[in-house]
């Protein structure tokens, strides 16, 4: 039974994952033994309050942190405790980031801040730049490209970086907060464009404090004091 | 990471603060060209004094009466010092097979007179082979022959600038000129020879035949000997020769001193050589302040780009391709500041050769490409703090950073 043994293999798998922060003579935790399984292809969006957990639960499965307790498989492979520059590696194949804050790099044009995963990845001249015209095309930015950031509008820069996380094709999209600075409308058109990239196969995880952004996906994670309180199937 | 990319974008945020890396390049600049244009300076200084010992003639010896570097057989004072004498010179000429030529030596001064002007001059006593050994020529006339100088006829020849006070535009040539108490002919005049390390005038004197001075001066001893060996690689051998005649002469004794124009080049050359590398030193020192500045501002650069340094881990960059993008960038800085240094060394050579035509600097290459290869070495060494702190940070903190 071929079906039942694919699920057997998830594409994320956190069993009991703790976190400790530790600011001055404060231990803070983060995450309480959580148990979360992501299978490949999913939409998901991972709500709370602040303080919840949900930005060290983004960092841990985006390969930016690594676990104080329990582990985190990958593909069935063991990731909880790799090294920095191992992270930085399954970052760049495994995961494209879209931040609230944007980040993208000032003083570089559009196509040059899309290139950058595929700089890292070591792809040559050519194919950078091939690879980043197809995907800022995707996001219907071709005759922006040129354009350094700051002439960009909040939409625009957010486009360019959904841009960058799709340029090396990733197997997950990691979107923290990414309608945060946006107006309803703007935010509204980077949320389709999140659908469109759902449907095309990609597994695309939302951490939001936004209900109703939260809304558009099919699986809605709450987080409560770091551990889970409600995972709904829709 | 793809170099030519690395090096895009450390031109990229140089340009970005143009104001200040222009500042930062300034210490480095000033370093470079502070080397380059001090062993420019010395070196050029370095050939021209060598241009003004063999422009006494090549291949020289010199002989001069006492031992400079020991009193031992003389006793107290030179008191057991025998003079040199034309005997000695004459034994040289016929048994020193290393030399093509020997000359005796009388310097003194007298006054000497034409008409109503009158000039102190130095007397130079010598014999026909002068212009063979020591590199001066008659400029019109002639110098004087064998016969003039071994009867003791009173000719002489004279400097130009005897002749410009003396005679003016007349032609001196078989005029009678007083010196001291007799009247001398002159059958020659020298050519143009300038000052030797800017002091002595070479064209201020008259040349006598050594006997002839011999009596002007009522002395029978030489000033000194000079002789010319037949090629420099028998300068030695010439040495050894006139060292063994004249100490027979001499009755064994070794109380003259032989010195040749290398010994007196190497000492120089030793001199300078100190001279300059303590220059060059001190000049380094600003190279090496210039390199505290670059890692000051590299260390504000880091800082500054916090964020990017984080953009840029998040999407995988590894630890050593933060590293190299901004040693990259340091180096570049030095190297910016290092070549404009050496630029602006060769303009300073330029206007230094202008304001001191007698001593034009020289540029070297080798200490052009000392001074770009010290400059990239100062961006490697004061660049890899700061870009060792960059590739440490963490990318999360990286990112919050505002």
Redesign the interface.
């Known amino acids: 039974m071929p079906e039942p043994e694919k699920r057997m293999e998830p594409l994320i798998n956190l069993h009991n994952a703790s976190k400790v922060y530790k600011i001055g003579k404060l231990y803070i935790n983060a995450l309480k033994d959580l148990n979360l399984i992501i299978e490949s292809g999913e939409f998901i969006s991972i709500i709370g309050p602040s303080g919840s957990g949900k930005s060290t639960l983004m960092n841990i499965i985006g390969f930016l942190d690594i676990l104080t307790e329990g582990s985190y498989h990958f593909r069935s492979k063991d990731v909880s405790y790799l090294e920095e520059d191992e992270l930085s590696g399954m970052r760049n194949r495994e995961i494209g980031f879209v931040f609230q804050n944007f980040n993208l790099l000032s003083r570089t044009t559009a196509i040059k801040n899309v290139e950058l995963p595929l700089l890292y990845a070591g792809a040559d001249r050519k194919r950078r730049q091939y690879l980043a015209e197809k995907a800022i095309e995707t996001v219907g930015l071709k005759q922006r490209q040129l354009h350094n950031s700051n002439e960009l509008s909040g939409g625009e820069i957010q486009r360019v970086a959904i841009a960058r996380a799709i340029v090396a094709n990733p197997q997950i999209i990691l979107a923290d907060e990414p309608t945060g600075n946006l107006d309803s409308k703007t935010g509204k058109e980077i949320l389709e464009t999140f659908e469109r990239l759902h449907s095309q196969g990609r597994t695309v995880i939302l951490v939001t404090h936004d209900p109703a952004v939260a809304e558009k996906a099919n699986r809605i994670i709450s987080l409560l004091d770091g551990r889970i309180n409600r995972d709904v199937r829709k | ?2 170099i ?2 690395m090096i895009r974008v450390a031109f ?2 140089i340009a ?1 603060n143009k104001l200040r890396s222009a500042l930062t390049m300034l210490g480095v600049l000033i370093g470079v060209s502070s080397v380059i244009l001090l062993v420019s300076i010395t070196t050029g200084f370095k050939e021209f004094l060598i241009s003004q010992f063999s422009g006494m003639g090549t291949n020289l010896l010199i002989v001069n009466p006492g031992r400079t570097e020991t009193r031992r057989h003389g006793g107290p004072g030179l008191a057991g010092v025998r003079d040199l004498t034309i005997d000695d010179v004459n034994a040289l000429k016929k048994r020193a097979t290393a030399i093509e030529g020997t000359t005796p030596l009388i310097v003194g001064t007298a006054e000497v007179k034409y008409l109503s002007r009158a000039r102190k001059v130095a007397v130079l006593g010598v014999d026909e082979e002068f212009t063979n050994v020591i590199n001066m020529q008659v400029f019109t006339g002639r110098f004087f022959s064998k016969e003039d100088a071994s009867s003791a006829r009173r000719v002489c020849t004279i400097g130009q600038t005897v002749k410009d006070e003396l005679f003016g535009n007349e032609n001196p040539l078989g005029k009678f000129i007083k010196i001291g108490t007799s009247r001398y002919r002159i059958i020659g005049l020298m050519e143009k020879k300038g000052t030797i390390l800017g002091t002595e005038d070479l064209d201020d004197l008259v040349i006598i035949p050594v006997i002839s001075a011999q009596r002007l001066f009522n002395t029978e001893a030489l000033f000194g000997i000079r002789s010319k060996a037949r090629s420099r690689f028998v300068i030695e051998e010439a040495k050894r020769q006139i060292t063994e005649i004249i100490k027979k002469k001499h009755g064994n004794k070794e109380d003259f001193t032989v010195i040749t124009q290398q010994a007196m080049l190497s000492t120089l050359d030793s001199i300078l050589k100190g001279l300059s590398t303590t220059l060059a030193g001190i000049a380094a020192i600003s190279l090496l302040v210039g390199g505290i500045g670059i890692m000051n501002i590299m260390l504000v650069s880091v800082r500054e780009r916090t ?2 340094i ?12 933060i590293l190299y993008q901004f040693l990259v960038e340091s180096i570049i800085l030095s190297l910016l500041g290092g070549i404009t240094g050496i630029m602006l060394a060769f303009v300073g050579t330029v206007i230094t050769s202008m304001l001191v035509p007698q001593i034009p600097p020289l540029l070297s290459l080798w200490s052009v490409l000392l001074a770009t290869v010290f400059s990239i070495l100062v961006g490697v060494f004061f660049g890899v703090y700061p870009a060792y702190k960059a590739a440490q940070l963490h ?2 903190e990286a ?1 919050r950073y505002e």
């Open positions: 990471m793809d030519i990319e990229s945020s970005g964020k990017e984080g953009i840029r881990k998040a999407v995988g960059a590894k630890k050593r391709d990318p999360i990112l």
